[in-house]
C-alpha cells in the first residue's frame, strides 16, 4: 500500500503540453479515478506514475520514495506496482494458473510459496476453480480478473488499471465494479485507474481527479465531484450540465449559504461558491422540470424554450430544448415522461442547480 505525492509534474510531447504543472495528493489504500475526456492527459499520467515516461519537469513520489524527478528515476520494474491493461495480456497457451505465477518465478520465492501466492490471488477474484483453463475458455470479465489476480500475487503496492470497465457489457460492468470494490477493500492496496466514463469513475472509486486540458481541475469524493463541482469544465464534463450565465445578486435572506440569481423575471435561491456578479447557472437533466400549467408558487421564474430533439434513455425522454434567451443561443436538458415533438414549446422549472463564478 502506498500514497502517491506528485509535485508540479509536466510532460509534454514535441509541441503537445500533455500533463501541465500537475499537483495530486492520494492517500496510501485509496481507490482513485483519473477522469476526463478523450487527450486530458490521464493516461500520461499513468504512464508517468507506472515509469513508462519521464516528466520533463517536477516530482513524483510513490510512498515515502521518491521514484522520478531532482536526477531521480526508478524504472518500472523497480516500482513494486501492478498494472492491468485493456488488452488484459493473458499469454494464451497457458492455463490461468500458469498466467497468475508467471511473474513469481525467478523472484528468489520457493514453490510453496509460489503455489501458496497463486491460490490467494484465484480465491481474491473467485476464480479457484477455474486454474487449469485456459484463456480462451473464460469470458471477458473472468479474464480481466485473471489480469487482476497476476498483479496481486506480486502484492504489488499500487495497482494502475486502464479503463477497467471498458471492455466489459453492461451487466457484467455492474457485477465487476462490485469486484472490483470488494477487492480493493479486502487487500487495501491503493488502485489507481483512469477513464473517461463518469459512471465508471463514480462507481468505482473512492476519490476522483477530473482532468483537463492537462490540468487537474478537482480533486475529491465522488459525490463531491458530482454534487458540488469547482469549475465550469469539471460542472460540463460530470453530469453533463449545461451552463447558463446569470447574474448573482449575494446571499439569499432566507439562507446564507444560498445565493439569489435573477432569471427570466424571476429570482431564484440556489447553492454554489459564486460571489455577486456575473455567475454560471449549471443545470443538470435532472435539475429541470416541465412545468405544468396551472398554479404555482408566485414570482417562480420560468424558462421558456422550444424542443430540438428527443430520444428514450434510462426509463424517460431526454430532451434537448432550445432556450428562448435573447442574443444567446443556448440548449438545455430535461426528462419527460412522454415524448415531445421538435418544435414543441415548453416552459421549465429549474429544480436544482449550482452556481460557479463567471470569472475564473
Ligand atoms: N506518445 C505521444 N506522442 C505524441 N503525443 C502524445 C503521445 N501521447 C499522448 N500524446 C498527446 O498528449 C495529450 C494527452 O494524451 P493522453 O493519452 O494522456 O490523454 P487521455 O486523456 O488519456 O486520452 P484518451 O482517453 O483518448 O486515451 C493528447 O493531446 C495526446 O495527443
Redesign the pocket.
Known sequence: MVGILLRQVS????G????DDLDLEVEDGAFLA?L????????????LLAGLERPDGGTIALGERVVAGEGIFVEPEDRGLGMVFQSYALWPHMTVEGNVSFGLHGRGLDRSEIAARVAQALDLVGLSAKAGARPHQLSGGQRQRVALARSLAMRPRLILLD?PLANLDANLRASMAAEFRRIHAETRTTFVF?T?DQAEAMALATRVAV?NG?RLQQVGAPEDIWHRPASPAVARFVGNRRLLPVEVLGASASDPARRDVRLAEGVLSLPGPAPAGPGWLCLRPDGLALAEDGPRPPGEPLLGGTVRDGHFEGGHHLLTVDLARAGEAIAVQVRSPVPLPAGAVVRLRVVDGWLLPRDP
Not at 476526463?36 to 504512464?47: D, E, F, M, N
Open positions: 510532460k509534454s510531447y514535441g503537445t503540453c500533455a500533463v483519473l476526463g475526456p478523450s487527450g486530458c492527459g490521464k493516461t500520461t499520467v499513468l504512464r479503463e483512469v473517461h482532468l492537462g
